[in-house]
């Protein structure tokens, strides 16, 4: 499968099974999509084909030599390559699956009234609540019990606002290394946090113990302070955690974290809130397209597409002169590796929702992700039983790319693993299908992420 596509004077060429990826001038370029449409005939008519087609457009010694790189593309395997990985991922899947994250839900409660949160305020369908100590270490052998011979594994402390329950966070952690050693283990700790309890303890503490850290504010002033109002409606929370947040990164180093934000129907122009991050200093940035059902009046829809598919190009391209510049950031979405990156198994299945990683509410409950939990239908079972819903697990088991016919197709399929279950299940009742709208939005992404690799290769970045 063939992926083309023009961005930033730039003409890039995408041979989707074998991950290659090539910067071509314009008679190859167009050489190649003619390829692309007779692909079915014999070899040599193919070439009469294009040769005929692209006689007059460009000068015959031109299109020869296009024609020899393709073919030469096409014997190394980098160019109209067979995909053959559906029944490698369908043994895969088939394999005995080990747990590796968990999610623990230490607090069902926050200090701040977010309007899109899907959480609702961190009481997801429920009560407010916190984890005690007695549940999250129970949590944490389980992950050890469950982990087989994998030996990292991945907790992240989330919420509602996880700092409300922030002595148990620290009990958690002095509890997870205690056992490293005896279980051949090793806890890397998340958390995910608003800032609004965020101090010198605080901060001390999880750049010791955290190997990554999330920093959730949604950008400029007004467009935070819009959605993310404190629980009172008095004061500003953007004017009350960007302090601390500026202060928290300063002091990270060089260890990961990432500030995020959320962008609505509110902010389209969201660049410029990418951009204020990287102005006040944050050079590890992620900003989110919001997913929120249509009645909502920030919801995100069909007809905002092209405004905010340009407004990605628009970040691409000054994501690119300020990395030239010297005064680069990352933005996660288009930080991209097209050298190694995940196996093909993880590429296929995406995040592992549902069988490696599970999230774990105050009460110990077991559930796909974070955003089912509440869902009693995803409910698959409990700290101390263990997963015991196993038709529910089986289903996310085989959740892969080629069980999902909106991306067995797609040029995509093989970076965005066939997007998130929890949209696709939120719009349309399934983990198979896909949330189209974050579909359009990933794919530009993809591209742009592609068209830096090759501005900054020009470069020798």
Known sequence: MIHQYKSNGYNIVMDVCSGAVHVVDDVVYDAVSLYDAHGAEPAETIKETVSAALSGKYPEGDIEEALEEIETLKEEGLLFTEDVYEQYVTDFKDRETVVKALCLHVAHDCNLGCRYCFAEEGEYHGRRAVMSYEVGKKALDFLIENSGNRRNLEVDFFGGEPLMNWE?????????????????????????????????????FVNREMANVVLSIDGRREVNDRMRPTRNGKGSSYDIIMPRFKKFAGERGEKSYYIRGTFTRYNLDFSKDVLHFADEGFDQISVEPVVAAPEED?????????????????????????????????????????????????????????????????????????????????????????????????????????????????FARFYCSGGCAANSWNFHGSITDAYEIGCEMQKKRIECAIMIKAALAEEGE
């Open 298 to 410: 920030y919801a995100i829809r069909k007809e905002d597409l092209p405004q905010i598919l340009s407004e990605y190009d628009k970040l691409a391209e000054e994501f690119i002169r300020r990395k030239k510049a010297g005064k680069g950031f990352n933005f996660f979405h288009f930080m991209i590796d097209l050298e190694q990156g995940p196996c093909v198994a993880k590429r296929l299945s995406g995040c592992g929702s549902g069988t490696e990683y599970l999230a774990v509410t105050p009460w110990g409950d077991l559930y796909p992700c974070h955003q089912f939990v509440g869902q009693e239908g995803f409910l698959l079972g409990n700290v101390d039983t263990g997963v015991t819903n196993t038709k529910v697990r089986d289903e996310f088991k085989r959740c892969n790319v080629y069980a999902k016919e909106k991306c067995r197709n797609c």
């Open 168 to 204: 148990v966070v620290k009990r958690l952690v002095a509890y997870g290394r205690s056992r490293e050693k005896e279980c051949n283990k090793n806890f890397r700790f998340t958390i995910t946090t608003n800032g609004m309890l965020l101090n010198d303890e605080v901060t001390e």
